[in-house]
């Protein structure tokens, strides 16, 4: 297990569509998936998603089933591990909050996301994983599964007014939490 670098906003490696994890329980996919979570660890993160340390598929961590310290409010998220994901909206109805990526350290914006989804996919073992989700989780997926697109979330910031740093936006939150 090893806790891997993070790329970086700018790094082209992050504006790549990943490919379909195909080689499921293997020795490989294990590994990675610890790297991962010891990685998302590290940095108090809520997630990660493979291509965020230049791995190239379609693979994303999140949940901790603890509270998390750079979102204190949130509600916790269980720990998953998800392969393959397909995210279907449920209605149009969108909500808006903030939200930090670990690729773009030290800045927040206000990201309007989908309040209600299905998901699914499967697990590192090649079993499905279906789910109905809303909120802040539902957040945490949408905002993982973008990286599998090659998508940062300061890509759908549509108010720029509400984009800054952490530092400045939220005065009381460490803004180490962010780096």
Same mark, same amino acid.
């Given at each position: 297990m090893?806790?891997?670098?993070?790329? +970086?906003?700018?790094?082209?490696?992050?504006?790549?569509? @990943?490919?379909?994890?195909?080689d499921?329980?293997?020795? @490989?996919? !294990?590994?990675?998936?610890?790297?991962?979570? %010891?990685?998302? @660890? @590290?940095?108090?993160?809520?997630?990660l998603?493979? *291509?965020?340390?230049?791995? /190239?598929?379609?693979?994303?961590?999140?949940?901790?089933?603890? *509270?998390?310290?750079?979102? $204190?409010?949130?509600?916790?998220?269980?720990?998953?591990?998800?392969?393959?994901?397909?995210?279907? $909206?449920?209605? /149009?109805? %969108?909500?808006?909050?903030?939200?930090?990526?670990?690729?773009? *350290?030290?800045?927040?914006?206000?990201?309007?996301?989908? +309040?209600?989804?299905?998901?699914?996919?499967?697990?590192?073992?090649?079993? *499905?994983? %279906?789910?109905?989700?809303?909120?802040?989780?539902?957040?945490?997926?949408? !905002?993982?599964?973008? !990286?599998?697109?090659?998508k940062?979330?300061?890509?759908?910031?549509?108010?720029?007014?509400?984009?800054?740093?952490? %530092?400045?936006?939220?005065?009381g939150?460490?803004? +180490?939490?962010?780096?």
């Amino acid at each position: 297990m090893a806790i891997r670098e993070i790329l +970086k906003m700018g790094d082209p490696r992050l504006l790549r569509v @990943a490919q379909p994890v195909t080689d499921f329980d293997s020795d @490989a996919l !294990h590994l990675l998936v610890r790297d991962l979570f %010891e990685t998302m @660890a @590290a940095v108090n993160g809520a997630g990660l998603a493979a *291509p965020q340390i230049g791995v /190239d598929l379609q693979l994303v961590i999140f949940g901790t089933n603890a *509270p998390n310290p750079r979102y $204190p409010d949130a509600p916790l998220v269980p720990r998953t591990v998800l392969c393959n994901p397909v995210l279907t $909206p449920l209605g /149009d109805e %969108e909500e808006e909050d903030w939200e930090g990526c670990l690729s773009v *350290p030290g800045l927040r914006g206000v990201v309007p996301r989908y +309040k209600r989804l299905h998901y699914r996919g499967f697990d590192p073992y090649g079993d *499905p994983i %279906e789910r109905t989700v809303e909120g802040f989780h539902a957040r945490v997926v949408q !905002h993982e599964c973008d !990286h599998l697109i090659g998508k940062l979330y300061p890509m759908r910031v549509r108010d720029f007014s509400r984009f800054g740093f952490t %530092e400045v936006l939220f005065p009381g939150l460490d803004p +180490k939490q962010d780096d």
